[in-house]
């Protein structure tokens, strides 16, 4: 379920050097896209901090991500260039007309990749059943259709 990208700096060190991998599912490639195209469960709700370990491991696997694209609620800080590893990610603030619970990522001539977001504070189980739920090419629903579907099953937990 984890893509290996390295290994994550401790919190109380800022220093990308030693990244932890993100805990990352995708869709298999030899299916169409869905709504979502896999999740992503970062430690927490600090973008700058989280980032470089999920750019990594698409930029080795997918293409170098240029851009991203979220709702401006989902994360404290919403700055417009986060740097990661050789390079710097642009990001678009959206407040209307875009999923909460969703990450875009852009890598120029490769095309896009939207992630349901799994709430950093989520129970374990809870957010191994989203990121498999996401991954699933059966399904065809929306990171917010997602995270819903998961708050009404038993034993979900807070959501």
């Known amino acids: 379920m984890n893509a290996p990208t390295g290994q994550r700096a401790s919190p109380d060190r800022k220093q990308p050097s030693s990244l932890r991998p993100a805990r990352l599912t995708l ?5 169409p896209p869905g709504p979502v195209s896999g999740a992503w469960w970062p430690r927490s709700d600090d973008l700058p901090a989280e980032l470089p370990a999920l750019i990594e491991a698409f930029d ?8 991203l694209a979220a709702h401006r609620s989902a994360w404290p800080q919403a ?3 986060l740097p990661v590893a050789g390079h710097t990610v642009r990001a678009a603030w959206y407040t209307s007309g875009f999923d909460p619970h969703a990450i875009r990522l852009f890598a120029y001539g490769v095309g896009r990749r939207d992630l349901l977001v799994v709430p950093p504070g989520i129970e374990e189980a809870t957010a191994e059943r989203l990121m498999t739920a996401a991954a699933d090419p059966a399904l065809h629903l929306t990171a917010t259709a997602l995270l819903a579907d998961a708050s009404e099953s038993p034993g979900a937990g807070d959501i």
């Open 27 to 31: 869709r298999p490639p030899s299916f």
């Open 79 to 81: 700055p417009c260039d």
């Open 60 to 67: 080795a696997s997918w293409g170098r991500v240029t851009r």
